[in-house]
């Protein structure tokens, strides 16, 4: 068992809580044993090494024993494992995994090649949780691809990965294109590109129009400045969600999930 903090192997799979070492590596950490179990389901060939307490493997076994079959098994103290964990309450459970992010085209033309083409590009997002919230959304929406930017959060942060519970090893996730590679990527395969923001038409109005049925690719902006006018005009149409109640808006991971949503019920309606 690995007791210390300062183990030359927990050590080295600390590092990947920062960005540097995720990059240099093409590893990053996930946390707990649902996202685990995930891993296992859908990428169990990622999985390198999962680091495990006692308690933990009296309490997951089975997922341990599935894990194993993919990665090396190590046991470490609680506080060994608290140097690994992100959160202030761990589950006994971190696992370090390889990154598996695709390239722009190959996504897009997968998303295409869907019987409900339905695709997130994010520009410059930047908040951990507003990102992992938007994966998990995209992927329980159907959509097959989340393409991250240039200038967002890394989608492999521990809160990122922590928010998606689980999605991130379901959707293709492009990672570093410009927004305006991946507009013209999305429209060259046939999407329609619907930008999320507050000048646009009404969502309501789109849809009863049949605009929301059509293989989309939506545009989200960044959570302080939304999107500046000449990513919007990257667009084809523009889309406002409507305010019933007093609130000003909604915020992104909110709003991104509206619109989703809305493209998935439109799509199979």
């Known amino acids: 068992m690995l007791d210390s903090p300062r183990a030359p192997r927990v050590r080295e799979a600390a590092r990947l809580q920062q960005r540097t070492a995720r990059s240099s ?14 891993a296992v389901r859908w990428q169990p060939a990622q999985l390198v090494e999962v680091f495990v307490t006692d308690a933990a493997r009296e309490r997951h076994a089975d997922l341990l024993e599935r894990a194993g079959q993919h990665a090396t098994l190590t046991a470490v103290s609680d506080r060994a494992l608290a140097a690994l964990a992100d959160t202030v309450h761990p589950q006994g459970v971190v696992a370090v995994a390889r990154q598996s992010p695709v390239r722009l085209e190959d996504a897009i033309e997968r998303a295409a090649a869907e019987e409900h083409p339905l695709v997130a590009i994010l520009h410059e997002v930047r908040d951990p949780g507003n990102l992992g919230t938007i994966l998990r959304a995209a992927d329980a929406a159907g959509a097959s691809a989340v393409i991250v930017t240039a200038n967002s959060v890394d989608p492999y942060a521990p809160k990122v990965v922590r928010a998606t519970t689980g999605s991130l090893f379901h959707v293709d996730i492009a990672v570093g294109a410009s927004t305006l590679d991946a507009v013209e990527a999305a429209a060259a ?41 000449k990513t919007l005009a990257l667009a084809d149409r523009a889309v406002r969600l409507p305010v019933y109640g007093r609130a000003e808006s909604l915020n992104l991971a909110t709003a991104a999930s509206v619109c989703l949503y809305q493209s998935a019920f439109a799509q199979r309606s």
């Open 189 to 229: 395969a046939g999407l329609s590109v619907l930008a999320a923001d507050v000048t646009g038409e009404d969502l309501v109005a789109l849809q009863a129009e049949g605009v929301l049925a059509r293989p989309t690719a939506w545009l989200f902006g960044n959570e302080a400045r939304g999107l500046d006018a």
């Open 25 to 38: 590596t093409g590893l990053f950490l996930l946390e707990g044993p649902a996202s685990l179990d995930e």
